[in-house]
């Protein structure tokens, strides 16, 4: 991530694996294998932040959780990822189409960082 980010990531968590922030991120990892590591480290090459993410976003884009936006766009277009699939089977679906866009969009949330919390762990 030193090597992605530079300055930006010293600065944030500094440069040394034994400190604070290391242990953090060490155990926010946890459990994750290499490849999954890899997938964070290639979504956020793909993002083209220039600010690392948290410790937690990170875990996230290493398990593939994409952004509440991607999701509802590709429930929209009718080519969804298994993630977008999960979330819509945390949805009412009738319940759904037929709420005004206000409360169709609080239930996407609600069902979006359900499935978000069941992917982290």
Request: hydrophobic share 35%.
């Amino acid at each position: 991530m030193g090597g992605l980010y530079g300055h930006t990531w010293t600065s944030a968590y500094g440069d040394n694996p034994r400190s604070v922030a290391g242990a953090e991120w060490s155990r926010t990892l946890a459990g994750l294998n290499r490849e999954q590591v890899d997938t964070g480290i290639d979504a956020c090459r793909t993002e083209g932040a220039e600010w690392p993410p948290s410790a937690p976003r990170f875990r996230a884009m290493c398990l593939g959780i994409p952004a509440l936006s991607r999701v509802r766009l590709e429930l929209q277009r009718g080519a969804a990822s298994p993630f977008a699939r999960m979330v819509w089977g945390n949805l009412d679906a009738y319940r759904y189409r037929h709420a005004d866009a206000r409360e169709a969009d609080r239930m996407l949330r609600d069902a979006y960082e359900l499935a978000r919390e069941e992917r982290m762990q």
